[in-house]
Structure formats: structure tokens, C-alpha cells
């Protein structure tokens, strides 16, 4: 089963910035509504961002106007734009399709938001 790539998580104060990369393959990209998950240890996994190949966006509204999500056709790849970053923020972040199944999970990228 193809996995998804994430990169870009790391280390930044509140306040912060981060932005966050997937690629995902081409078939999957463009026949599935794409979305950023994130987890922490002892919760179960929830979906923070998606978008529609038509370009539909859907937020949880712990990140409403701090996070955007959008895609590059060309280079099927997904992004997570966050903005003001929190604390609890803090997770490991992950993209699949919404609903998620049709790629395996990847590794994910941890995203610490820290003084």
C-alpha cells in the first residue's frame, strides 16, 4: 500500500510558525480528499485539516484561523500552513486521505511548540 511522506515538523516557540509537506501519489492525490491528522501519546488520532480536489476546506475548530491547508496539482503534494502555534499544538502530524485508508500511514512529523 503506497504511504504517505510527511516532513517539515520541528521545534518553535509560541507564537510560531511551522509549515508541513506530504506527497502523496499522484492517483491518490487527485481522486481523494486529502487531510492533516495529528496525534499525542494516549489520545486517539484527529483530523485538524482537509481538502477537496475541489478545493473545499474543512477546519477543527481548535485551529480555525491559524492553520491552512491547500495542494500543489503538480507536485501532488498537500500543506499545512500553522500560524500562531500553541502549546497545544504540540502532536505528531500525519496526512491521509479523509477518510483515511487509502494510504498507509506514514511516519508522520513531530511538530513541539515550547519555550
Known amino acids: 500500500q503506497v504511504q504517505s511522506v510527511e516532513s517539515g515538523g520541528g521545534l518553535v516557540q509560541p507564537g510560531g510558525s511551522l509549515r508541513l509537506s506530504c506527497a502523496a501519489s499522484?492517483?491518490?492525490?487527485?481522486?481523494?480528499?486529502m487531510g492533516w491528522y495529528r496525534q499525542v501519546p494516549g489520545k486517539e488520532r484527529e483530523l485538524v485539516a482537509g481538502i477537496s480536489s475541489g478545493a473545499y476546506l474543512n477546519y477543527a475548530d481548535s485551529v480555525k484561523g491559524r492553520f491552512t491547508i491547500s495542494r500543489d496539482v503538480t507536485w501532488n503534494t498537500v500543506y499545512l500552513q500553522m500560524n500562531s502555534l500553541k502549546p497545544e499544538d504540540t502532536a505528531v502530524y500525519y496526512c491521509?486521505?479523509?477518510?483515511?485508508?487509502?494510504?498507509?500511514w506514514g511516519q508522520g512529523t513531530q511538530v513541539t511548540v515550547s519555550s
Open positions: 499522484r492517483s491518490i492525490f487527485r481522486s481523494n480528499i
Open positions: 491521509n486521505t479523509v477518510p483515511p485508508g487509502r494510504m498507509a
